[in-house]
C-alpha cells in the first residue's frame, strides 16, 4: 500500500524532527522543509496532499504559504501550527484556506486524528461521488417535517391528505420537534380554508389577552398550541367560542397541538372531557424520530444539503463512525434537534467529511449513557417498557440541561432553541428538578 506524502514545513529543527519522527511511525511518507519558500521548490517537484507548516518563519509566512498553495495546487491540504495562537490568525488562516489551525505545543493525539482527517478530505476531493452535487440534496419544495418511508409517517401523510379534505377539528400530538406547528399548516394551506387566516394562540399568552384574540376571529382557522395546558378560564371561552360559531355556521376550524401522547390527554390532564372530544374529531400522532430511524439517513442528507446550500458550500458526507453515532441517539429534540446539530457541524467544519468529532454534544451524551450502562443505574436499562420510558425521561433532561447550559440558561433563547414556550420550559425543569439559575438538580 502506498504511504501518503506529508510535507512538513518548520524553520525550527527540533520541531520537524518531532513531527517527522511522529508520522514516520504512523506510516506517512514524510518530506521536510526548513522554509516556506523550501516548501513551494518541493512542491514543484513531488505531488503532496498534506502539507503541515508553521506560521511564524522569517521570510516568506506560512500563511503565504497558504496562500500560493491555493492558488497553484487548489486540491493540497494544508494545517497551519503556531506558538503564538490567536483568533486573529485563526481567522485569517481558516479565511484563507487552511483546513485546520492548531496551537503549539499540541497533542500528540490530537495531530494524529488532524492528519487522518486531512487525508480523508484531500481523498474525498479526488474521487468525488458522482450521485452527490453541491446542492442535489436539498430541494426547496420539499420539508423534512413530512418526509420519509417508515410505516408511521407514511400513515401521518394519507391522515393529513384527508384532513385537507375535511372542515373537522384536528388534533395534533407529538413531541417537541416533530413539527406539529408545520403538519397544521399545511393541511390549512392545502384546504378549502387556504384563502382564510389562521390565527395562532401560543399558551404562553395571558387570559385576557388569549380570549380576546380568539373573540376576533369570525372565520378561518385557529392553531391552539399545548391545549393540555389550558385555563379553566381560556377552556371556557373556547367552548363558547364553539357554540357560536356553531350557530353562525360559520367556515372555521381548530388545530389543537399538544406534546401530551392522547391516552393522559384524554384522562390525565386537566382538558374537560367534552371540550376534547369536539376537538378531537380527527387525531394525529405524530412519530418521534426514535420510532422513525429507518428514515434516519434521508433526513441527514436533507439536512447536509438543505444547511450547505445555505452556507453556499459542498455538502458533506459521514464517515461510517459518524454515521453510528447519528444512529445510535436517541434525539429526544427529534428534527428540530437533528437540524440544529447537522448545521452546527456543517458550520464549523471545514472538510467535505464529517467524523464524530464534528458532533461534540451527541459524542458526550454517549459517552454519559455508556457510563450510566456500566454502572446499571438502578430503574434504568433494565427489561420491559419501564426501562425505555426512565432512559427516554433521562434523555430529555440531559438535552433540556446541555440546551440551558448552551444558552447560558438564558430562558427565552433555551425555549426557542428547544422549540417550547417558556411556560413548558418552567414546568418541564420543574418536573425534573432542574435549577433553572444553574442548571443543577
Not at 62 to 90: P, Q, Y
Request: glycine residues 6%; contains cysteine.
Amino acid at each position: 500500500m502506498m504511504k501518503t506524502p506529508v510535507l512538513i514545513v518548520d524553520d525550527d529543527l527540533v520541531s520537524r524532527e518531532l513531527l517527522s519522527e511522529v508520522l514516520t511511525k504512523e506510516g506517512y511518507s514524510v518530506e521536510l522543509a526548513e522554509s516556506a519558500e523550501s516548501a513551494v521548490e518541493v512542491l514543484q517537484k513531488k505531488n503532496i496532499p498534506i502539507v503541515i507548516s508553521d506560521i511564524r518563519m522569517i521570510e516568506m509566512s506560512g500563511l503565504d504559504l497558504l496562500k500560493e498553495i491555493k492558488r497553484r495546487w487548489s486540491e493540497t491540504v494544508v494545517i497551519l501550527m503556531t506558538g503564538f495562537g490567536s483568533v486573529e490568525g485563526a481567522m485569517a488562516a481558516i479565511k484563507e484556506g487552511a483546513f485546520d489551525y492548531i496551537s503549539k505545543p499540541f497533542q500528540i493525539a490530537e495531530l494524529r486524528s488532524l492528519v487522518r482527517r486531512a487525508v480523508r478530505q484531500f481523498e474525498s476531493t479526488q474521487s468525488p461521488e458522482p450521485t452527490r452535487g453541491k446542492n442535489e440534496a436539498w430541494d426547496r419544495d420539499r420539508t423534512a417535517h413530512l418526509m420519509g418511508k417508515s410505516p408511521k409517517i407514511v400513515d401521518v401523510y394519507k391522515i393529513c391528505a384527508r384532513a385537507a379534505l375535511s372542515k373537522s377539528s384536528v388534533l395534533i400530538v407529538g413531541e417537541t420537534g416533530t413539527g406539529k406547528t408545520f403538519v397544521a399548516r399545511t393541511i390549512h394551506e392545502n384546504s378549502s380554508f387556504s384563502s382564510l387566516p389562521l390565527v395562532k394562540l401560543g399558551s404562553e399568552m395571558k387570559d385576557e389577552t388569549w380570549i380576546s384574540t380568539l373573540s376576533q376571529l369570525r372565520e378561518g382557522s385557529l392553531m391552539i398550541e399545548e391545549i393540555e395546558g389550558l385555563s379553566h378560564e381560556k377552556q371556557a371561552a373556547l367552548s363558547q367560542f364553539l357554540d357560536v360559531r356553531e350557530k353562525e355556521r360559520a367556515q372555521f376550524r381548530i388545530f389543537s397541538l399538544s406534546q401530551t401522547d392522547l391516552g393522559k390527554l384524554q384522562q390525565g390532564s386537566g382538558l374537560k372531557s367534552e371540550l376534547f372530544y369536539r376537538l378531537s374529531t380527527i387525531t394525529l400522532e405524530l412519530p418521534p424520530l426514535r420510532e422513525r430511524k429507518e428514515d434516519l439517513s434521508d433526513l441527514i442528507e436533507f439536512y447536509l444539503g438543505k444547511v450547505s446550500q445555505l452556507n453556499d458550500r459542498r455538502s458533506p458526507r459521514l464517515t461510517a463512525e459518524a454515521s453510528g453515532l447519528l444512529e445510535r441517539y436517541s434525539w429526544p429534540g427529534n428534527l428540530r434537534e437533528l437540524e440544529q446539530v447537522i448545521e452546527r457541524a456543517v458550520a464549523l467544519s471545514n472538510s467535505d467529511i464529517l467524523e464524530p468529532e464534528d458532533f461534540p454534544a451527541l459524542s458526550k451524551a454517549a459517552i454519559q449513557l455508556d457510563a450510566l450502562k456500566s454502572a446499571d443505574a438502578p430503574g434504568m436499562f433494565r427489561d420491559g417498557p419501564s426501562a425505555t420510558l426512565s432512559s427516554l425521561e433521562s434523555m430529555e433532561r440531559e438535552h433540556i440541561s446541555r440546551v440551558l447550559e448552551e444558552c447560558h440558561y438564558n430562558k427565552t433563547k433555551a425555549a426557542e432553541t428547544l422549540g417550547i414556550d417558556r411556560a413548558t420550559l418552567y414546568r418541564k425543569c420543574k418536573a425534573y428538578g432542574i435549577n433553572l439559575k444553574e442548571g443543577k438538580a
